[in-house]
C-alpha cells in the first residue's frame, strides 16, 4: 500500500524557516518523481514545487523561488521542502503527492495527509 | 505560464448530470494531459480522472472526463450524482510546471 506521510509542520514567525519531510513507502521511490503541494485556508489548491526521480531536476512556483527548496534522499525515502524567509500568505496545509511518472511535473496518483504551517507573529 | 478557469460552483439535484469544465488561458488544452482531483472537507485530495479521461480503479465509471480544443477546455462530467460526490473538484495540468484550476464546489441538492 503506497503511503506517504508528511512532518515538520508547526508555528513559525515571519522571515523564519521551517523543513517539511514527506516519508515514503510502498513503492519504489526513485522510479516516480514526487511533488509539494498547499492549501491556504479557505483557498484552492496550489502547485509548490517539484523533483524528478533522481533529484537532478526541480521546479518551482514564482510564489516561493528563492525562498524554498525541494530536495530528496532516495536512501531513506524521503522528500524534503526547506522553506525559509517565511511570510504569512506561506500559511497553508502542505500536501505530499507522488507524480504518475518519473519527471517533475504531470499527473499525482497519492497524496499524504498534509502538514499544516502556520507563519505568525 | 498558462492559467486554469473555473466555474466557482455548480449545484444540482441526486440522480441528475452535471459538467465542469476547465479553461486553458494560453496554449492548447490538447499539449498537455489533463487531471481531475476531489477534495472532501478533512480528507485529502484523490484522482478521479487522469491524462484526460482515464479513470483510476476505484472510481465509479460515473466520473469522465474529455478535453475540446474548439474551446481550449478540458471537462469532468459526473452523472447520477450521489450525496457523497459533494466536493470540491480540482483539473490540474502542466508545460513544465504543474497548474492547477481556480476549483469548484460542487453541491449536491
Known amino acids: 500500500e503506497v503511503q506517504l506521510v508528511e512532518s515538520g509542520g508547526g508555528v513559525v514567525r515571519p522571515g523564519g524557516s521551517l523543513r517539511l519531510s514527506c516519508e515514503a513507502s510502498?513503492?519504489?521511490?526513485?522510479?516516480?518523481?514526487m511533488t509539494w503541494v498547499r492549501q491556504a485556508p479557505g483557498k484552492g489548491l496550489e502547485w509548490v514545487s517539484g523533483?524528478?526521480?533522481?533529484?537532478?531536476?526541480?521546479a518551482y512556483a514564482d510564489s516561493v523561488k528563492g525562498r524554498f527548496t525541494i530536495s530528496r534522499d532516495n536512501g531513506k525515502n524521503s522528500l524534503y521542502l526547506q522553506m525559509s524567509s517565511l511570510r504569512a500568505e506561506d500559511t497553508a496545509l502542505y500536501y505530499c503527492?507522488?507524480?504518475?511518472?518519473?519527471?517533475?511535473?504531470?499527473?499525482?496518483?497519492?497524496w499524504g495527509q498534509g502538514t499544516l504551517v502556520t507563519v505568525s507573529s | 505560464n498558462f492559467m486554469l478557469t473555473q466555474p466557482h460552483s455548480v449545484s444540482e439535484s441526486p440522480g441528475k448530470t452535471i459538467t465542469i469544465s476547465c479553461t486553458r488561458s494560453s496554449g492548447s488544452i490538447a499539449t498537455n494531459y489533463v487531471q481531475w482531483y476531489q477534495l472532501r472537507p478533512g480528507s485529502s485530495p484523490t484522482t478521479v480522472i487522469y491524462e484526460d479521461n482515464q479513470r483510476p480503479s476505484g472510481v465509479p465509471d460515473r466520473f469522465s472526463g474529455s478535453i475540446d480544443s474548439s474551446s481550449n477546455s478540458a471537462s469532468l462530467t459526473i452523472s447520477g450524482l450521489r450525496p457523497e460526490d459533494e466536493a470540491d473538484y480540482y483539473c490540474q495540468s502542466y508545460d513544465g510546471t504543474n497548474v492547477f484550476g481556480t476549483g469548484t464546489k460542487v453541491t449536491v441538492l
Open positions: 503527492a507522488r507524480g504518475k511518472r518519473p519527471g517533475h511535473s504531470g499527473s499525482l496518483d497519492y
Open positions: 510502498g513503492f519504489t521511490f526513485d522510479d516516480y518523481g
Open positions: 523533483i524528478n526521480w533522481n533529484g537532478g531536476d526541480t
